[in-house]
């Protein structure tokens, strides 16, 4: 199991440039033209560039898209290509992608204008769905090739996509097939056709055969570099997200604004407390609000010393590390009621080191408006004159100290800056509650709290409360009330069933929820069958898609059955299968994640606002921007800032945050990063590519993928 990055998110060598070229950087060649690090993306609507577009929005790499469906967009000719700056001659994208090899009319004057810029910048160009063609350096599929559904398929990548732009890989890509009735994964395999330079990067078996056709690989030809991708895909496909770095490091030789990681962090809640149980036969949590007038008899879950071994034993064999969320009452309560003595509590604090740990409040209480729970769903409690009754500064202050205290009493290692409330509470709720408590803001200024934890689900944008940033959290739908299997599927066949099959019918009130059942779940193998796949896919798809929002369980889960290990041992051995020792995931605290989704924000904001100049000359990449902006970079490792080596390494190479002194930052790539070439003539007459349609076989046509939505 590789280990994972437990450090400050993307921070480990930030640097300030000083202004000017430190004595040590590399000169740009006079000679060389300067190439803006800016991505031009050429759109057709369909669900490839979509993607394409979509990583480098989370990446935060700019882009520009023209629309090609739009009567009022740009034409792309030499003058939006290139210009003059100061005298050199300007490529204004450091890449091109296009929906297929020529999206354009047989002799359009914008392939021709597109093929002569590249050809005269070296700037290469992502297909990013084409039909496997000559034109596009592969035989026809019907020449012992193949088209049709790769379902389900297990895609490798090549010892020359290992050396090349996904050697972040182990190897393995599978593709998705999530569905037996729908066809999710349409491609064309083929071989390289007669004479073409062509160097397969990831490749599939042909149906049928022992040979293998490509999926993606690199076509050169009249002075071009072609990504040729022939299988079509949506952003949130796992095939696609396991990829998409390859593609932009690609495009881009690994010189780009913006930077991607694989994160997976996971809060385990109301630790020392116990968590009320469902009942099977009432379907509802005795103890909990979702009991109509305190039907049931409560029967809490709670840890053992036995689950805490277990966890720490887990932890150190999967080189992770939980944050454990914690209500020190919980302790307080066992012990009242065993004459002292907590056998759970003791072993967790002797242990703590081996943990993370955040505020949970002491008692886990509601901190929002007063509850009326006498009836389902709950309601806030209302003053006479009809406005909310709403839980106190005082309180909220006495709930976050007093767990605070608790903790540094007993030595557990606290950062008092985070925050999660019980339920998220305080924050708004809805349909109950649709504004945060008023007084939560100033409760958070008194106890210094920077960094309060949302519930993703429900409030998933980043924003301020106060002086304190949220930072909001993926649920798994693992269930707090459940420590047994049986109780988990029994309480998910409830949600996700209809009424006639004896569920709640909460899923056909509500038709746009992706987890309805079309039957129940059995008890015994429910759970492993489809909640555990499920789960970890969703989990996976976070991970793998630079999301460093945190998940959350609940303490109930590390116990009894517990429930929790199956999805987690899925989203990590899982990873673990797929990337390279040199692609860790990195596992962050809470504050760390708030900070990293902070100097996001910006850095989009500055992009978004037009006050980022970046650019290549040579082996010299310099970019402005106003003080105080954090810029985020990826660079071949070896590159340095300032005479000192630029971030840290990740996927083969380096990236990490700098915060701008509003002077040109100016970073040195190795000699060993290849430059592109320099400004010359291009060839006369560029050669143009009819559209893919005009050759495809009759009754062929190109497939678009089925999009299961995030």
Known sequence: MKRTIRTTALAVGTLIAAVGLPAGTAQADATAPRIDLRVLVVSDGGPATDAIAAELDAAGTPYTEVDLTRSNRPMIDAAFLADTVDGRPRAKYQAVVLP???PFAAGSAEMAALASYEQTYAVPQVDAYTYARPAAGLQYPVAGGYSGSIDGAQAQVTAAGKAGPFGYLDGAVPFEDNSPSVGESYAYLSAPAPGADFTPYVQAPIPGTARQGSLIGEYRHDGRRELVVTFVYNRYQEQFRLLARGIVEWMTGGVHLGASRNYFAVHVDDVFAADDRWDTRLNCTPGDVDCTGGAGTPNPIRMSPADVDYVTAWQKSHHFTLDLVYNGSGSVDAREDNNGADALADRLIADRDQFRWVNHTYTHAFLGCEQDTTVVPWKCRTNADGSTQWVSRNAIDDEIAGNRVWGQSRGLPLQTDELVTGEHSGLRILPQQPDDNPNLAPALADEGIDWIASDNSRDPERRTVGNATTVARHPMNVFYNAGHVAEQVD?????????????????EDNPATTTCLPAPLDTSTGYSDHIVPLETAIALGHVLSNDP???????????????????????????????????????????????????????????????????????TVTVQTLSGVPVTATLPGGSTLGGSAFGSAYAGRASGWTTSSGSALSYALPSSAAAPVKAGKAVKEPATHPAPHTEVPAGVTKKVPYNPGS
């Open 100 to 102: 297929d090899d020529n």
């Open 549 to 619: 929002k945190p998940h959350f369980v609940h303490q109930s889960n590390l116990t009894e059955d517990r429930i929790a290990y199956p999805v987690l041992n899925g989203v990590l051995d899982g990873y673990d299968a797929l990337f390279a020792d040199n692609t860790p995931l990195v596992n962050l605290r809470m504050k760390d994640i708030g900070t990293e989704l902070q100097r996001r924000a910006a850095w989009k904001t500055a992009l978004n606002a037009g006050r980022v100049t970046a650019y290549r000359i040579g082996d």
């Open 491 to 507: 309480e998910y066949n409830w949600l996700y069933t209809s009424r006639a099959q004896g569920g709640s019918g909460i899923c």
